[in-house]
């Protein structure tokens, strides 16, 4: 079995998943994920590797599945439950996925899937195969796969092998010495990284509790901290954001006693995109925490980060964790010498296998020496990694999430009267970058309410702001005129 699901054994009587419904065990996980398998395997010996996708809410459910598909030797697609029907569709035939579960939230969102062929369709509550015989599920088979944006064409999945995920989580485990004593609060989305394997897979894998938000809210949030289980928060520099621009809110009192609790939270993370120093600062005055930052990508996991015990220096992302070799190289070698600047490139067991039927897309990814290209630029100052930025200035992180400027721009293009354009992100304290644009108009002002609601249905993956896309003191043709990077500059 699993390595880390193996170990659940140990734990049998702990809550593994605190929702707010009801707490579940570790032996509740065992049974349930243990009746999905064998419903997923369906009379087979091994899943050898299928696709099966899901779109569940986060909770006992969401990881009971994930853990039923990996005991059957499945591969595990998991669904962003706030995507429309076209997103999810590219998902499930870009991975030829076999099954798609669902929970009764997303009955009538996935209802067309039921007349596709070659996919079975299933409700997660008809999963209840009494538990079989499950499979040996080998280290180097595939357990997962992750869709990001990139600078060309469509999202691409990231596939992830079980020695993948399994060196990811000893890396962090060891890191930041998790134990089953921990109890995270989990607000994060589980169709990325992030979410997934930070703050569920890790704290799982040691026999801690995961407490589970349905939605991310920084009352409730506050709310969960002030109740005095949880010891362990991580989450995106935006939510941090959040965080911050409630507390504010409160009276002295309230306030105080927030510093109180979250001053005895044992570690508290901020990560996916650049934590701003202002908001590392604040969140100190509010809670005595330093906020330990890390540095991770789907591809890579967790691969540079300030230490749990030592310095944490606001602004650095730290040093490599354990387990994970970092270098930083320039066009034709690695860079030895501190404060000059190179892409980070990782490498060892925690870096992914490929991006799912793109043999192309991965060999670029790798240096001939099996280096992975991040693509982000940093320097070593005294020993840490500081991020300058990213080489391409079409990948714009907004909330933490991950988005194509190139996508933006190819669906613009088609609005009638565009003759040209160019995506940016803008620099955004909350969200830390937001999608910003230059136009070309063929003759007309192009009126931007219009264009700004019509954009926002073409890509309802991705939030378009509605007040700032278009900075109305910017000339309307500057992209006739202008480099991207200029662009950039010009907002
Ligand atoms: C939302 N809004 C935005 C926006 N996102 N506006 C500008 N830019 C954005 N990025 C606006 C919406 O349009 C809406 O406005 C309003 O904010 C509320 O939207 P929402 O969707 O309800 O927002 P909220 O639920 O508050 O979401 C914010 C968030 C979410 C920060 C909680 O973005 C989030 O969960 N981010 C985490 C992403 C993550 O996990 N990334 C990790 C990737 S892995 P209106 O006008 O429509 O009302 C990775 C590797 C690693 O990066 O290192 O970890
Ligand atoms: P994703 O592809 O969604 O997994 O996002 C990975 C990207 O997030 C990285 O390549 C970085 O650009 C960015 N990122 C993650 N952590 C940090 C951090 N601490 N500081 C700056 N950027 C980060």
């Known amino acids: 079995m699993i390595e880390f699901i193996a170990s659940a054994m ?23 994920s243990g009746q999905i398998a064998a419903s997923l395997l369906n009379g087979r010996e091994h899943l050898n590797e299928a696709r099966i996708a ?17 005991r059957a030797g499945g591969i595990a697609v998991p669904l962003c439950v706030k995507h429309p029907f076209l997103s999810l569709k590219y998902v499930i035939e870009d991975t030829s996925a076999e099954q798609l579960i ?26 209840h195969e009494d538990a079989a015989d499950l499979p040996q599920v080998d280290a180097d088979q595939r357990a997962m796969i992750l869709y990001t944006s990139g600078t060309t064409g469509k999202p691409k999945g990231v ?11 000893n890396s962090l485990v060891e890191a930041w010495q998790w ?10 989305p589980l169709h990325h990284i992030h979410g997934i394997l930070n703050a569920t897979c890790c704290p799982l894998s040691v026999g801690a509790t995961v407490e589970f938000l349905p939605k991310f809210n920084p009352n409730t949030v506050f709310d969960v901290f002030m109740k005095g289980d949880v010891n362990i928060f991580m989450a995106v520099p935006t939510i941090y954001f959040k965080l911050v621009t409630v507390w504010k809110t409160f009276s002295d009192e309230q306030k105080s006693e927030v510093k109180d609790r979250l001053s005895q939270f044992r570690f508290m993370v901020s990560g996916s995109a650049a934590l701003p120093v202002s908001v590392l600062e604040e969140w100190r005055g509010i809670s005595d925490q330093t906020l330990l930052e890390r540095y991770g990508m789907t591809e890579i996991g967790m691969a540079i980060s300030n230490p ?3 310095e944490r220096r606001p602004g650095y992302i730290g040093q490599a964790l354990p387990g ?63 991020i300058l930025g990213r080489n391409s200035v079409d990948i714009i992180k907004s909330g933490g999430y991950k988005i194509s400027a190139l996508e933006i721009e190819e669906v613009l293009r088609k609005y009638p009267g565009i003759k040209d354009c160019g995506v940016v992100g803008i620099p955004d304290e909350e969200w830390g970058e937001i999608i910003g644009g230059g136009l070309v108009a063929e003759k007309d002002e192009i009126d931007l309410e219009k264009l700004n609601s019509w954009l926002r249905e073409q890509l309802p993956n991705y939030k378009i702001p509605r007040k700032y896309l278009f900075l109305d003191d910017l ?12 662009l950039k500059t010009l907002f």
């Open 102 to 127: 669902y929970t009764d939230d997303y009955h009538e969102l996935i209802s067309p899937f039921k007349s596709f062929e070659n996919l079975r369709v299933s409700n997660y509550q008809n999963l």
């Open 308 to 310: 749990l015990i030592g």
């Open 324 to 386: 994970v070799g970092a270098r930083l190289y320039d066009e034709s070698a690695e860079v030895k010498e501190e404060g000059v600047s190179g892409e980070i490139q990782i490498k060892g067991d925690t870096v992914f296998k490929e991006y799912w039927k793109k043999p192309e897309a991965t060999e670029e990814s790798f240096t001939e020496d099996g280096w992975f290209r991040t693509g982000d630029t940093a320097v070593i100052e005294n020993g840490y990694f500081r």
């Open 475 to 486: 000339p309307r043709n500057v992209m006739g005129k202008v480099t991207k990077k200029e």
């Open 179 to 188: 134990t089953s004593d921990d109890h995270i609060l989990n607000v994060l």
């Open 10 to 32: 140990k734990h049998e009587n702990n809550v593994a998943i605190r929702t707010s419904e009801a707490d579940f065990t570790y032996k509740d996980l065992l049974e349930r």
């Open 54 to 70: 899901f779109i569940i809410n986060p909770g006992f459910e969401y990881v009971a599945m994930q853990w039923g598909i990996w």
């Open 159 to 169: 596939v992830s092998t079980h020695c993948n995920l399994k060196s990811q989580v």
